[in-house]
Structures are given as C-alpha cells and as structure tokens.
C-alpha cells in the first residue's frame, strides 16, 4: 500500500486517472474542506488483468424476471436480473466480492453486455418488449456510462432504447439531486425511461422520487411482506399509490409471495406486480400460466363486482384501419396516403397476422418533421420510426378494464388508438379513444344507478343477471340475507347508526365470501335485505363461519351493557317496554338440490320468503345468527293437454 499527500490543484489529475481505471481509490482520511491543506488518499495500483479475470471467473448470465400487468393478467415487462457462476452464483456473493476488489463498474458492465447481447437473440416478440435494467446510483452518474449507454449504442445492437427501462437501485443515498435530475433528464429525451427501485428500503427514495418522477416507481419487498398483516403497512402503501398517481409514476409491487399480499394490493388498486407467486426469474422469459391469469383476474373482479357484471366487451366496437407490412412501405408512401386521405388517423403495421407496430398520423409528422426529418426517413421503412409497442389487448376485454388500461399510458401514448387481437394474437382491428371514453362513461352511469348507495354493493339488476346466469349452471346455491330486530335497533340507536349497521353487515359478509366460494357474489336487495348467488353447493361449515363472524363483528356497534345483559330495551307499539336480543342474521339456502333445472326466478322469492319465516324463528330463540337448508322438493309443474 502506498501513501501519497495530494495538494488539491492535483485533485484533477487524480479523478482523471480513477476514471481512466488507472488506480482504484480505498479510503479518504482526510476531507478537503480547507483548500489550503494537502489531504492523504490510500490507493494502490490494480494487479494486471485483475478485471478481466475476475469477470471471466464470475460470467455472468442474465435471468429474467417477469412484471405483471394485474389488470390484464399480460406481462408488461421484464426486470433482468444477473446469476454467477460457483463461489459468485447469487448477486450478493459477486457483486460484495466486486465491491471489495474495486470492480463494481467493471462487473456492472459485463452484466448489462451480457444482458443486451441475450435480448437481442430473442425472437421478434420477446426481442421487442420492456425490458428493466439495473443500474446503482455510482454507475448511473459515472461518465463513462453517461459516455456509453446511449441511443446509438442500442441502435447499434438493434434495439429501440424506447423499450429500455434503467433501473436505478436504492443501495445508497444520491449526492447531488440536481446532478441526478439532470442525468435523468438526459436518458429520458434520449427515450429511455427510468424506474426507482426498491423504494422505502433506503433513506434517499423520497428525495429521489421528487427529484426525478421516475416512469416507474417500485415499492420495496420489505413493504409487501406480509402487509396484509399490518395496519400501519397498508397506510403506507396507499399513500404512496396516491402520491405515485397525481405524478404519473406507475406504481409496481415486487417481491410477492403470497395471495393474500396480492389480494390487499390489488384491494388498493395497485395494477402492476412482480415476485417468486408468478414463478422465478429464468434465463429465457416466459408468461404466466391460464391458471395463474384465471386466478388474479378472480381477484380483479372481487373488487370491482358493480362494473364486472354490468360491463360489455369491446367486440362490437373494433374498426378494421389501414395496414401495411413490415418492410413494405417508405416513409415517402406514407406521406402521400396520410396527405391523399385527410381522414386516416393511423397505419397498422403488420408481421404476417401479427403486430409489429403502430405509427399514427401525429407521430408520423413529429418524427419527420423539422428542417431534415423528411430527407432523413423519406427513403426509410415505416417501421424504422413506428412505435413498437402500442397498448394491444385481445378482444375479450371489457370496455372499463381498456379504459384504465388506456389511460394509464405515458403522455405522449395517451390518445393512440387500442389494437385489439384474437387468443391467438392475430390483429382484429382498432378501437379509438373517443370510442372507449363514450362507452365508458355511458357504463359508469349505468353502475351508479345499479349500485346500492349505502353499502356499494350491486343492486337488483345486477342481481337478475346473476340469478339468470347461475340457474343455467348444474349446480348453484342462493342465499338470502335479512337482519333480525333492525328495527328496534334504529329505534334505540338511531337512523345513522342503523346505516353503520347495514354499512358492517356488507364489510364483513364481502370479507367471508371467500368461504362459501372463490366466485361467491354479494348483493343489497334492499334495506336490511341481502343475497349471496354462488356456485355449486355450499357446506354447513362455511355458513356457520360466516355466522360466528358477524355475530362477533357486530359487538362494536352495541353498548357495553347491551353486549353484557345480550339484550336491549324498547317501548313497543302498546307503549310498553321490551327487552330485544341483539341484531343476528338469518340466512335462508336454497340449492340446485331441490329445485328442478331451469325454474321461473320468482319461484325464488317465494321459496325464500316461507323459509325465512322458520330461520327467523330460531335465531330468535337461540340469540344468534343461523341459517336453514330449503328441505322441501320442488318439481317442474305438469303440464296438462287440452
């Protein structure tokens, strides 16, 4: 180790030859605060071939790991993540060994070759999508990657930087926010876009985050861990989806492991996620299983039930536009129809009964505009300056699910069309944003008049659709709802805390659901009417769950010495005074068991009302919530000839 003293008009020379990978700097003994006082550095030279070896011994591979698009159950991307080879086959083994030998840029850089050189031998679809880059915080303003990792350097491998998110880790704090607002201004009018990694581990992410507004914003894994368990993670992660919304940050959670994570994120409206539930990173990417899309679409649909049911596919609204081929047209030819037909909006372009592409009349002439642009692209093809990944979904999907879709895009994507395509990807056609803004709209009202007020729980019309849909299945079972001594609880207790009762029989029945079956519907007939539409036949068990839940949730409503004596008082209609037992519930079960295939609906009501009468009578006597089976056989009526 050798010591050398450094008057500070030789600071410079010295940074010029770190960055020249000349010397490898230890430890700063000495800060230079005072300009007039040498300062000591210990540095001691690199051993020759000391990266080259080091990184040869480590090769490092790229692995993927894919982003989920909730919403869609799509991928939206992949993080790519890097694996050594024995005693450096984790990140933590080779990354903590390159830090300690002085080669975190040279092992940072063979990671990010490596990964590129792996993208650009993919096939066309997987070549074309998002891909997130890791990049730590010293790499991302060191010079030579400023130098190095540009548009003309993914264009000289082939790739559309537009697709490249840098992923800029949270390992340590940023030393000067106004240099990394302008290295993040710089990538992103190069068209890169930038993601905040595991933000909430370290102390610099809010800092960062208002420094930069980053496309991406990932909430870190020590937030997700079970924070389904905890009240005070949960406020964290709203606030931050909140905040991530009004800045136009998309908001990902990774490092999910469990469903019920995914349930409390999704819950809270977080659309994008990433972790080992999907399935591990691999070193070819891959998508999800029909399985695992069935299951978070599920989920998806649990929280937002009023418009589900009330929604319309996009089908009936799909417009086949103009299209080319890839390599078909130039950029001249393209001028000439835009100009010959005034109202051509946008060119699909195709590869084969894929898309490859979109390029709308606006983009077209922004990239070729300017005092060069045309002599620049005019003998090009098309797909040279088209964008590449425009937001396509297949045709199945509903029309509120495409506008949030849709208008969760960047800005400068936020009004092109939707390309729509089959199970098989084959392209269909477009649908327009006018379109999908008119329809959704005219649906939200829709929902809003369906929807109970009180509770938000969809009303009668959902609830025919329901009743409809399950009695063409060959097993379902309903279930009515109806609060036993609610009036005398209004009488005592008032009308506002009658609607805070109405308001805890919906939160804890839509909390339960789950028990009687993953695809279990909740509705508000009305007042203290309820009904549950599920199907296949339910268990006792999961009723009497059900029942044991609201009988202990409703304790927070009643006074102590209610709860106490089990009981309140009344003046009843002769004037005298009564005692009333606690609220209960009584459900009555009526299943495809004892009702023959393809009944009248209102058979029903009338079922149900005449059942309702004896499970009232003993939830009465037994003080608590119960529930009855329809014992009685209904069969199809004969019919009798004349």
């Not at 649909?301 to 047209?329: F, W």
């Not at 805390?497 to 279990?520: C, F, I, P, Q, Y």
């Amino acid at each position: 180790m050798k010591h050398h003293t450094l008057w500070p008009l030789r600071v410079q020379e010295l940074v010029n030859s770190l960055k020249e990978d000349k010397i490898t700097m230890i430890n700063l003994q000495e800060s230079i605060q005072l300009h007039n006082k040498p300062f000591v550095l210990n540095f001691y030279h690199k051993p020759e071939h000391a990266e080259r070896s080091f990184v040869e011994q480590v090769q490092p591979r790229p692995h993927f790991h894919p982003l989920i698009d909730l919403f869609t159950g799509m991928i939206m991307g992949y993080e790519v993540l890097s694996r050594g080879t024995e005693p450096y086959e984790t990140p933590h083994k080779m990354f903590g060994e390159a830090k300690r030998l002085g080669l975190m840029w040279e092992l940072e850089k063979a990671c990010r070759v490596a990964a590129l050189q792996k993208i650009v031998s993919f096939p066309g679809d997987l070549r074309s999508a998002t891909y997130f880059i890791n990049v730590s915080p010293d790499c991302f303003s060191d010079s030579r990657f400023i130098e190095r990792f540009t548009q003309k350097r993914m264009m000289e491998y082939g790739l559309d930087q537009r697709q490249i998110v840098i992923e800029v880790t949270e390992e340590k704090s940023f030393g000067d926010y106004d240099q990394f607002q302008k290295l993040v201004t710089h990538y992103v009018n190069q068209g890169f876009k930038i993601s905040l990694d595991d933000f909430g581990a370290g102390y610099s992410g809010l800092i960062a985050l208002i420094a930069c507004t980053p496309h991406y914003l990932k909430l870190d894994m020590a937030i997700v861990r079970d924070v389904h368990k905890y009240d005070y993670k949960q406020k964290l992660v709203k606030s931050i989806a909140t905040f991530a919304a009004s800045v136009n940050s998309k908001l990902i959670a990774e490092g999910i492991e469990s469903w019920d994570e995914l349930e409390l994120l999704v819950k809270y409206g977080i659309r994008y996620a990433q972790g080992f539930l999907f399935g591990r990173p691999q070193e070819t990417p891959y998508g999800l299983s029909e399985e695992l899309k069935e299951k978070i679409a599920s989920l998806v649909k649990k929280y937002d039930q009023t418009k589900a049911d009330l929604d319309e596919q996009i089908g009936s609204m799909v417009i086949r536009p103009p299209t080319v081929q890839r390599h078909d047209i130039l950029c001249r030819a393209l001028d000439d129809k835009f100009k010959k037909s005034p109202h051509m909006d946008h060119v699909v372009i195709l590869d084969g009964e894929s898309v490859s592409g979109l390029i709308t009349r606006q983009h077209f002439y922004l990239e070729t505009g300017g005092a060069f642009g045309y002599q620049l692209f005019q003998k090009k093809p098309v797909d040279v300056i088209c964008k590449h990944q425009p937001l396509i979904v297949e045709d199945r999907i509903t029309v509120t699910a495409l506008a949030r879709l849709a208008m969760d895009r960047f800005q400068e994507d936020l009004y092109d069309p939707v390309l729509v395509v089959d199970s098989q990807a084959r392209f269909i056609g477009s649908v327009t944003m006018k379109q999908v803004i008119t329809k959704a709209v005219e649906l939200e009202v829709r929902c809003a008049m369906a929807a109970n007020p009180l509770t938000n729980l969809p009303g009668n019309e959902v609830i025919r659709h329901w009743i409809h849909d399950a009695l063409m299945e060959p097993e379902y079972t309903i279930i009515y709802g109806d609060l036993d001594h609610f009036k005398g609880f209004n009488d005592v207790y008032g009308f506002l805390m009658g609607d805070e009762l109405l308001r805890l029989t919906a939160r804890v029945m839509s909390e339960n659901m789950s028990l009687l079956h993953k695809d279990a519907k909740l509705g508000h007939i009305g007042g203290d009417d309820f009904i549950m539409v599920c199907p296949g036949i339910i268990t006792e068990e999961s009723l009497t769950s059900l029942c044991r839940a609201y009988d202990q949730a409703k304790l927070d409503l009643f006074k102590h010495d209610h709860v106490k004596n089990g009981y309140f008082e009344i003046i009843d209609r002769q004037g005298n005074p009564a005692q009333v037992p606690l609220v209960t519930i009584s459900l009555a079960v009526i299943d495809s068991r004892k009702i023959w295939i393809d009944p009248h609906p209102a058979l029903f009501s009338e079922v149900a009302a005449a059942l309702k009468k004896k499970v009232k009578q003993m939830t009465i006597a037994t003080g608590e919530s119960g529930y009855m089976f329809e014992q009685r056989n209904y069969s199809k009526p004969k019919t009798t000839s004349g």
